[in-house]
């Protein structure tokens, strides 16, 4: 790690610069981290785990054609990812009322949108990524028109697809936050998904018992966070079923 250049470093993942032009390693961390940073934790075996879905949710996606910045998984922590620029929000799909949406609306945690809400932050910690109107995303030149209805058109299917394969295993897809940017070929510009997609990013809810699997049980101390996720990773095949997690170093399959 002390050979490469670093990038940018978040709250839960570092970027160094790529081995190739218009590459980057991203490096996923243990940290785990809640209201805008203030409650923070070190969770061993989430870095790994998190690389590892992120991976299973990237690859999903390219193979529905739904482009994203990933290239490969180069080990446990790491992946090559495109470099691309990254447009400054947090793009927000609620299929049930959840969190910060509840408290705003006044409506009860579980209940089903009439239709998939899509929602606009920008990305800020110094603001707590406030909730934005499309119309500020024009008019202060973060996307054009056509660029947001292309985001919108993009979160919808990341919807889908997500919605379906946690259906599958028994987890309900609650809501979720995406990033994308733009990759550039000459005149010829076109979004992609990037960051990342795991349970750091997503509300999951186990369906029948309504158990939750996502960073929600760090924010309420819930349980155990690696537990929580290593459950998602089991149930989507990223990991063997009898393995357990005593000892915060899950085993993933390559």
């Given at each position: 790690?002390?050979?490469?250049?670093k990038?940018?470093?978040?709250?839960?993942?570092?970027l160094?610069?790529?081995?190739?032009?218009?590459?980057?390693?991203?490096y996923?961390?243990?940290?785990?981290?809640?209201?805008?940073?203030e409650?923070?934790?070190?969770?061993d075996?989430?870095?790994?785990?998190?690389?590892?879905?992120?991976e299973?949710?990237m690859?999903?996606?390219?193979?529905?054609?739904?482009?994203?910045?990933?290239?490969k998984?180069?080990?446990?922590?790491e992946?090559?990812?495109r470099?691309?620029?990254i447009?400054?929000?947090e793009v927000?799909?609620?299929?049930?009322?959840?969190?910060?949406?509840?408290?705003?609306?006044?409506?009860?945690?579980?209940?089903p949108?009439?239709?998939?809400?899509?929602?606009?932050?920008?990305?800020?910690?110094?603001l707590?990524?406030?909730?934005v109107?499309?119309?500020y995303?024009?008019?202060?030149?973060?996307?054009?028109?056509?660029?947001l209805?292309?985001?919108?058109?993009?979160a919808?299917r990341?919807?889908?697809?997500?919605?379906?394969?946690?259906?599958?295993?028994?987890i309900k897809?609650?809501?979720?936050?995406?990033?994308?940017?733009?990759?550039?070929?000459?005149?010829f510009?076109?979004?992609?998904?990037?960051?990342?997609?795991?349970?750091?990013?997503?509300?999951?809810?186990?369906i029948?018992?309504?158990r939750?699997?996502?960073?929600?049980?760090?924010?309420?101390?819930?349980?155990?966070?690696?537990?929580?996720?290593?459950?998602?990773?089991?149930r989507?095949?990223?990991?063997?079923?009898?393995v357990?997690?005593?000892?915060?170093?899950p085993?993933?399959?390559?």
């Amino acid at each position: 790690m002390a050979r490469r250049t670093k990038i940018y470093e978040g709250k839960a993942k570092t970027l160094y610069e790529g081995p190739e032009p218009d590459t980057l390693v991203q490096y996923f961390k243990d940290d785990a981290t809640a209201f805008n940073a203030e409650k923070k934790a070190v969770i061993d075996g989430k870095g790994v785990l998190n690389n590892r879905l992120s991976e299973y949710f990237m690859v999903g996606l390219e193979q529905i054609g739904v482009p994203t910045h990933f290239l490969k998984r180069l080990n446990m922590r790491e992946q090559l990812i495109r470099r691309v620029e990254i447009i400054p929000l947090e793009v927000i799909v609620r299929n049930f009322a959840a969190g910060s949406f509840s408290k705003r609306m006044g409506i009860e945690e579980g209940t089903p949108m009439p239709r998939p809400i899509v929602e606009f932050s920008y990305k800020d910690d110094s603001l707590g990524d406030p909730l934005v109107p499309e119309e500020y995303v024009i008019a202060f030149g973060w996307a054009s028109q056509q660029e947001l209805d292309d985001i919108v058109a993009l979160a919808l299917r990341v919807n889908d697809f997500l919605s379906g394969v946690m259906y599958g295993v028994g987890i309900k897809l609650v809501d979720f936050k995406i990033e994308l940017g733009r990759v550039y070929d000459g005149d010829f510009m076109r979004l992609v998904v990037a960051d990342e997609i795991s349970p750091d990013s997503c509300r999951l809810w186990d369906i029948e018992t309504g158990r939750k699997l996502d960073k929600d049980v760090f924010r309420q101390d819930l349980g155990d966070l690696a537990d929580a996720y290593t459950e998602v990773a089991t149930r989507l095949g990223v990991m063997p079923s009898n393995v357990t997690h005593p000892s915060g170093k899950p085993t993933l399959i390559n």
